[in-house]
């Protein structure tokens, strides 16, 4: 099965980021209804403390993977929002939200024209 349906271009990834963001906000909500544990967590939180493995994050870790074999086999979209709802979990998590500055690639080789 080929995946790779389209080229992307700066252009393409700016007119449809919105859209993109939109479904994923979808995941968000649905899944914090869906999975709320208590106030304080869901039971994706839960889960990471019964089952922490090495980085205490390792069931999201597997569970992105599955997604990603699923994407792999069938090409369908709502893997790749789960996959992305799962790296959104992984940052929380991380507490990289709660940083002033941010370890980000974006580090310009070369100018690019906004």
Sequence with gaps: MNLSKHNTNIEQKKKHFPSFID????????GGDKYKLNDEKEFT?????TFPGDTGVDWILGTAMKYLGRYKNFGR?????????????LWLKAGFHLKEKHDEDVKKNIDVKE
């Design 23 to 30: 479904l994923i906000k979808n995941q968000f909500w649905h």
């Design 45 to 49: 939180d839960q889960v990471c403390e």
């Design 77 to 89: 979209e709502k893997d790749l929002l789960k996959i992305a709802t799962y790296c959104y979990i």
